[in-house]
């Protein structure tokens, strides 16, 4: 089983800032896309920001120019920095590291809620 830590979830105010960050080990670090999904009440799991081993990113429409996603090949981690936070942003973010249908891990989640 591939453990993924998450760390940084929390709760700000509409228009602040968070970053969340993943911890995964080297040997699934280095050949995995890493990625950030969230999950609402209610609705399903989406796509947030993928990164690939080269450090091509991808992002949802609904995040493009508010949060941006990176990773540190030093230190296995992958980090999602989110700013202009809204509250339809509010959700369980979930990190992943993805290489194929069957090699395709997940974190625990963490908690983001956008709120005044």
């Known amino acids: 089983q591939v453990q993924l830590v998450e760390s940084g979830g929390g709760l700000v105010q509409p228009g602040g800032s968070l970053r969340l960050s993943c911890a995964a080990p080297?040997?699934?670090?280095?050949?995995?896309?890493m990625g950030w999904y969230r999950q609402a009440p209610g609705k399903q799991r989406e796509l947030v920001a993928q990164?690939?081993?080269?450090?091509?990113?991808n992002y949802a429409d609904s995040v493009k120019g508010r949060f941006t996603i990176s990773r540190d090949n030093a230190l296995n981690t992958v980090s999602l920095q989110m700013d202009s936070l809204k509250p339809e942003d509010t959700a369980v973010y979930y990190c992943?590291?993805?290489?194929?249908?069957?090699?395709?891990?997940w974190g625990q989640g963490t908690q983001v809620t956008v709120s005044s």
């Open positions: 080297g040997n699934i670090f280095r050949i995995y896309y």
């Open positions: 990164i690939t081993t080269d450090g091509k990113t």
């Open positions: 992943n590291a993805y290489r194929n249908p069957v090699l395709n891990h």
